[in-house]
């Protein structure tokens, strides 16, 4: 989630510290369905509150909404939908990392 709720700026030196070759955001979104599959696989979702997997199931379901050729420029950095949209993104990331620290797992915390 910290990547998540991070600026644009901060987004694109993860994405290089990651050695992708074109900083473009559907690699954070394909990280983080990642780990929502590999969450519900082994059964580790009932380890989270209700309240935060609603927010781990409503950024997967946004960026569902925007994969593929739905709206391209979204994960495009700098673009103005990118920027609009990714303002949506960072607001729940942020509305799940406020919500504290607790004894689930923090599979989410450096995503």
């Known amino acids: 989630m910290l990547v998540l709720a991070s600026s644009e700026a901060e987004q694109k030196a993860y994405l290089d510290s990651m050695g992708f070759p074109v900083p473009i955001k559907d690699d954070l979104a394909e990280d983080f369905s990642i780990l929502v599959e590999v969450l519900d696989a082994n059964g580790r979702a009932s380890a ?14 946004f960026f569902g909404e925007k994969s593929g ?6 994960w495009q950095m700098g673009t103005a939908s990118c920027i609009a949209g990714w303002e949506e993104v960072r607001a729940m990331a942020k509305a799940y990392l406020a919500l504290g620290v607790t004894d689930e797992p923090e599979i989410f915390a450096a995503q």
């Open 69 to 74: 050729t739905a709206d391209p420029d979204f």
């Open 48 to 61: 989270f509150s209700a309240e935060r997997l609603e927010i781990i199931n409503r950024i997967n379901c």
